[in-house]
């Protein structure tokens, strides 16, 4: 066989394995963090906080009177409209506190929304924000300290106790947060929870069915806020937090849960039965057409 007759089918091979690659569609968490400017449209969050885009976002300033914007590398300081002025309003009152000078706000989203180049699974329609635990001493950070600090943590090793970096500060600014009729859910790790339960006295503690546990939120808080009025393209969470606390505060057996039982598995992970068909797609792995049909104009729109 001549080397022409054994050079033609490979050629031939790479050519087709050439077109694959050209025509799978590429990933939206490419295409929306290469955007690095807001869509000029009318303000909209579209889909769900973990499937969707955003437009028409605002930039939140990378300082304001009290806050700093950190991470700034990442592009992701943009917010709808609700959520810059919840995160002004937040940090006027944690200015008030003993010690604070007011917050330091990580992620919001980026310019048009949409998955994240890495890091989080929501954050995706500007309706999300994380807040950093470390109380602020100075708002006059540069941009290169800003990249270099880090938070601090407020629960102990074993993840079942706030440490001595909780306070009654972190206290006062997370019941504030939640008490915001904006604010749909506060996510936060649960041994805060547990503390802000076993210290709020009786009377008025519904606030805290939109404080909810989850793993790894212990540098930082993660504030959502609820669909905007009229922005009917806007997925509602479900269940609501009145659903997941059954109408109570969420200082029961469910919060223990986290403490116990999560945690024992997170430590000896039972085996899971092997996977039969394709992984279910996830924020790493949406193309566009996984997304609302919307988020196409959001990425062509000036």
């Not at 996510?187 to 929870?193: E, H, I, R």
């Not at 469910?254 to 430590?267: G, K």
């Amino acid at each position: 066989m001549t080397l022409a007759r054994l050079t033609r089918p490979l050629a031939l091979c790479l050519a087709l394995i050439a077109g694959t690659a050209a025509s799978a569609e590429p990933l939206a968490r490419q295409l929306f963090g290469a955007a690095n400017a807001p869509s000029q449209q009318r303000a909209a969050a579209i889909g769900f906080y973990s499937r969707g885009c955003a437009a028409g976002l605002v930039a939140l300033p990378e300082t304001g009177p009290t806050w700093q914007a950190m991470r700034l590398s990442r592009n992701r300081n943009y917010g709808q409209p609700e959520m810059i002025a919840f995160l002004s309003d937040l940090s006027a009152f944690a200015a008030t506190l003993p010690g604070w000078k007011g917050l330091y706000i990580g992620d919001i989203s980026q310019p048009r929304g949409g998955p994240m180049t890495g890091g989080h699974a929501s954050h995706q329609i500007g309706l999300d924000a994380d807040i950093w635990m470390l109380p602020p001493q100075r708002l006059n950070l540069s941009r290169s300290e800003r990249e270099k600090i880090s938070s601090v943590s407020i629960r102990t090793a074993d993840q079942t106790r706030t440490n001595g970096n909780w306070s009654a500060q972190h206290m006062a600014l997370l019941r504030a947060a939640a008490s915001d009729p904006r604010v749909d859910r506060v996510f936060v790790a649960a041994a805060a929870k547990i503390a802000m339960c076993n210290s709020t006295p009786r009377g008025d503690r519904s606030w805290l069915q939109r404080i909810r546990p989850i793993y790894g939120h212990d540098s930082h808080f993660h504030v959502r806020l609820k669909c905007p009025p009229g922005q009917s393209a806007c997925e509602r969470q479900k269940p609501t937090v009145a659903e997941l606390s059954k109408g109570g505060d969420g200082c029961d057996e469910t919060l223990n849960w986290w403490v116990t039982t999560y945690l024992e598995e997170l430590r000896n992970p039972p085996k899971k039965p092997k996977r039969t068909g394709p992984p279910p797609k996830n924020a790493k792995t949406y193309v566009m057409s996984d997304l609302p049909g919307q988020c196409k104009n959001v990425l062509a729109s000036r």
